[in-house]
C-alpha cells in the first residue's frame, strides 16, 4: 500500500457558511495543515490526515464512494443526497457520526409577501423553485399533495420575481436573503446543522484506528464546547444541596481546606452552561468564592 494511501481524507467545503468553522473544528482536534496553491487541499502536517476543499454538493457522494474517509457537510445536503440515492434504487454508502452544532440554518417553504398563504392546500398544483428536489419531493408526497417542482441550481430566490415560481423552497439562516428578495418563510420542512459523515467502505486496521482517533478527539471538543469547570468553596453540610445546583455535572471533586474547619473546596466539571442564576442560586446555598472556568478539551 503506498503511503498515501493510508492517510486519511476527510472532505470539507471549500467556501461557505460551513468553511471556517470545519477548519477550526480540526485545528482544535489538533490537526496542523497546509494549504497547497491551488486551496484544493489541505496536507496535514503533524498527522496524516488530509482536506479534500469541495463544493458542499458534491461531499457526500464522495465520502460514499469511498475517496474520502469522513466529510463535514450540512444534514440538509445530506439528506437530498440520500434521497436522490433511494430515488436511483441506491443505498447510501456513509454514516452521519455526530453532530457539530455548527451551520444551524433551516430548509424551509417560502411565499412572495403579497401572497395569501393559507396552509399547506396553498401548495396544491403551484410551481415551487427549489435545488432540494428530492427532499421537497418527499415533504410533498408525505403530505399528499401535488405540485410542479421546478430544479434550479442556484438564486433560487430569485424565480419567484421572474415569473418561473410561485413559492421557493430553500435554506434560510438569518432570513436576510429572503426579506431581500421579498420572501417570507412559510413552512419550516427540516432543522439542519452541520454534520460528520464516514464512509462505509472497510478501513485498513491503520486508518480505522487514526478515524478512531480523530472521532474521539472530535468528541472531546465538542462536549469541552458545552462545558464548563466550577470551583467554589462550602461548608460540608451544604454539599448535597451544592451538587443539586450544579447542571449536569457528575461526582463533583470536594477537598478539605487547610485551616478552614468545615469548609470545603468543590470543583465539578458541568456538561452545560453554568448561568449567573446558577451562580447566585450556589451562592444563597452557601458557596463562596465562586470561579466558572472554559474547558479546553476532554477525554473520558
Ligand atoms: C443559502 C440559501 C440562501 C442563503 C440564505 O445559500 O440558498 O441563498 O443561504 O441565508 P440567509 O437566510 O442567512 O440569508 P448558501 O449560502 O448555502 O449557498 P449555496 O446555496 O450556494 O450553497
Ligand atoms: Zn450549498
Redesign the pocket.
Same mark, same amino acid.
Given at each position: 500500500m503506498s503511503s498515501s494511501a493510508q492517510r486519511i481524507k476527510i472532505a470539507v467545503q471549500k467556501s *461557505?457558511?460551513l468553511t471556517d468553522h470545519s477548519f477550526d473544528l480540526l485545528e482544535r482536534c489538533g490537526l496542523k495543515l497546509r494549504k497547497s496553491k491551488d486551496h484544493l487541499f489541505c496536507y496535514g502536517e503533524n498527522m496524516p490526515i488530509d482536506l479534500l476543499l469541495v463544493r @458542499?454538493d458534491d461531499i457526500p457522494g464522495l465520502v460514499s464512494d469511498d475517496v474520502c474517509d469522513l466529510g463535514i457537510v450540512g444534514l440538509n445536503v445530506v439528506e437530498e443526497k440520500r434521497l436522490a440515492r433511494l430515488a436511483e434504487g441506491h443505498e447510501t454508502l456513509f454514516d452521519k457520526v455526530y453532530d457539530l452544532d455548527f451551520g444551524h440554518?433551516r430548509l424551509s417553504l417560502a411565499a412572495p409577501d403579497d401572497c395569501e398563504y393559507r396552509g399547506l392546500e396553498s401548495l396544491k398544483d403551484a410551481r415551487i423553485a427549489t435545488s432540494y428536489v428530492n427532499f421537497l419531493r418527499d415533504y410533498l408526497t408525505k403530505n399528499g399533495i401535488s405540485a410542479d417542482i421546478e430544479y434550479f441550481s +442556484?438564486a #433560487?430566490?430569485i424565480a419567484p420575481k421572474l415569473g418561473k415560481a410561485d413559492f421557493i423552497c @430553500? %435554506? #434560510?439562516? /438569518? +432570513? *436576510? /436573503? %429572503?426579506a431581500a428578495n421579498g420572501l417570507r418563510e412559510v413552512e419550516v420542512l427540516m432543522h439542519s446543522e452541520a454534520v460528520i459523515v464516514q464512509t462505509r467502505a472497510p478501513l485498513s486496521d491503520d486508518k480505522q484506528d487514526l478515524v478512531d482517533r480523530m472521532l474521539q478527539r472530535l468528541d472531546g471538543v465538542l462536549q469541552a464546547r458545552g462545558s464548563k469547570y466550577v470551583m467554589l468553596h462550602a461548608p460540608r453540610s451544604a454539599l448535597g444541596e451544592i451538587h443539586a445546583l450544579l447542571p449536569g455535572s457528575e461526582a463533583p471533586t470536594v477537598v478539605p481546606l487547610d485551616g478552614a474547619g468545615d469548609k470545603v473546596a468543590v470543583h465539578a466539571v458541568c456538561r452545560e452552561n453554568v448561568f449567573w442564576e446558577t451562580l447566585e442560586n450556589l451562592k444563597a446555598a452557601g458557596a463562596s468564592s465562586l470561579l466558572v472556568l472554559p474547558v479546553e478539551k476532554m477525554l473520558a
Open positions: *461557505g457558511r @458542499d440554518c +442556484g #433560487v430566490e @430553500d %435554506l #434560510v439562516s /438569518t +432570513g *436576510g /436573503t %429572503l
